[in-house]
Each structure stands twice: as structure tokens, then as C-alpha cells.
Antibody, heavy 120, light 107 residues
Framework: EVQLVESGGGLVKPGGSLRLSCAAS????????MNWVRQAPGKGLEWVSS????????YYADSVKGRFTISRDNAKNSLFLQMNSLSAEDTAVYYC?????????????WGQGTAVTVSS | EIVLTQSPATLSLSPGERATLSCRAS??????LAWYQQKPGQAPRLLIY???NRATGIPARFSGSGSGTDFTLTISSLEPEDFAVYYC?????????FGQGTKVEIK
């Protein structure tokens, strides 16, 4: 079964850093754009970042620009999100999701999410 | 940033009834709008992409329509498993944005 599995979440102090990973299996990872979407407790979905299949195009939400960095390793079928200068507003479940295109279409496969809590 | 406004916030219906959910964009997103379903404790699931295309494995009772700024998700006859929160998302402009969600609850 096509699958995405996130890891790396946890409890971190304000100002701290965390690196999320997303492992892909049973599909041709290098052919897909990838995305991070987060959901704060009890809230709706918020798009965070997207990266094209070759990493040539990268986009960030204004709320994370300059603090978060998305990257991918197509040889290892993995997606990453480096998160720095974390604040309480970054507390959320973070999902990785694939899409056939970096724009348009839809995000058709999602991971189960990894929880990030920013608290002192 | 394009703002997506979903209405109503909550829809109370009985199984077998028809559900009509609306998503309005603050400016045109052409036909590049997607719909997702999310149940408690689960990841979102793609239902509709590019306004009217059903994703793989999505039952025919789900349909999408619209273009420009006004979009509709219709569930022709609600099944018990359809009670959930539904989100629209535009992928035509950066930053991509989601609507605030419509909760479809059992009446």
C-alpha cells in the first residue's frame, strides 16, 4: 500500500529546533511534489510548505518563512522539514502529503501525522 | 492571500439526506480547488480535485462543481461514514490556502 510515515515530532522549548522526516514507500517518490500541512489542536488545516519533484521549486507560508526549511532526498524516498525558532504558535500535528503537481490537482496521499508541542 | 470562506459552518442532516457545502474564494482560483474529508483523529482524505474530479476510490455520491470564486461539494445521499469535517483548498495561487471547514453532523 502506498504510504507516508512522519517522524521527529515531540516536545521542544520556545526558540528551539526540530527536524521532521517523512518516509515514502510503494510509489515513485521522485515523480511527485511533496507538501507539509499542519493542524493546531482543535483548529483547521494550514498549508506550510511545498517542494517540487526535483526540488527546483519551493514555497513557504508567510508564518514559517525564514524559520522552516523543506528538503527532500529522492534517493532515500524521504521528505524533511527543518523547523527553527519555534514558538507556541507552531504547536500542531504536522502531516506530509504528496501531490502529482506542486500546484493544482490535490494532495492524494497523507501520512498519519506527527505531533509537535512547543512549550517551556 | 486568497481567503476561502466555507458555509455553513455546521450542517445538521440525517442519513439519506442530501448535503450541499459551499466554498467561496476572495478572488478567482480558476478550477483549481480541492475538497478533503477529515474524521476525528485521522488525516485528511482527498475527495475532489480541480473542482469536479473525484479522487481514486471516492464514491459517486460525492460530486464537486464550480469555477472562479464559487464552488460546491454535494453528497447526494449521506451515509453514516460521511459525517465528518470537510475542507476546501485552493492550489492555484501561493500561498495555498484552506477554508475553515464545514462540519457535517448527524441531526
Amino acid at each position: 500500500e502506498v504510504q507516508l510515515v512522519e517522524s521527529g515530532g515531540g516536545l521542544v522549548k520556545p526558540g528551539g529546533s526540530l527536524r521532521l522526516s517523512c518516509a515514502a514507500s510503494l510509489f515513485t517518490f521522485r515523480s511527485y511534489s511533496m507538501n507539509w500541512v499542519r493542524q493546531a489542536p482543535g483548529k483547521g488545516l494550514e498549508w506550510v510548505s511545498s517542494i517540487s519533484s526535483s526540488s527546483s521549486s519551493i514555497y513557504y507560508a508567510d508564518s514559517v518563512k525564514g524559520r522552516f526549511t523543506i528538503s527532500r532526498d529522492n534517493a532515500k524516498n524521504s521528505l524533511f522539514l527543518q523547523m527553527n525558532s519555534l514558538s507556541a504558535e507552531d504547536t500542531a500535528v504536522y502531516y506530509c502529503a504528496r501531490s502529482a503537481s506542486i500546484i493544482r490537482g490535490g494532495m492524494d496521499v497523507w501520512g498519519q501525522g506527527t505531533a509537535v508541542t512547543v512549550s517551556s | 492571500e486568497i481567503v476561502l470562506t466555507q458555509s455553513p459552518a455546521t450542517l445538521s442532516l440525517s442519513p439519506g439526506e442530501r448535503a450541499t457545502l459551499s466554498c467561496r474564494a476572495s478572488q478567482s482560483v480558476s478550477s483549481y480547488l480541492a475538497w478533503y474529508q477529515q474524521k476525528p483523529g485521522q488525516a485528511p482524505r482527498l475527495l475532489i480535485y480541480d473542482a469536479s474530479n473525484r479522487a481514486t476510490g471516492i464514491p459517486a455520491r460525492f460530486s464537486g462543481s464550480g469555477s472562479g470564486t464559487d464552488f460546491t461539494l454535494t453528497i447526494s445521499s449521506l451515509e453514516p461514514e460521511d459525517f465528518a469535517v470537510y475542507y476546501c483548498q485552493q492550489r492555484n495561487n501561493w500561498p495555498q490556502t484552506f477554508g475553515q471547514g464545514t462540519k457535517v453532523e448527524i441531526k
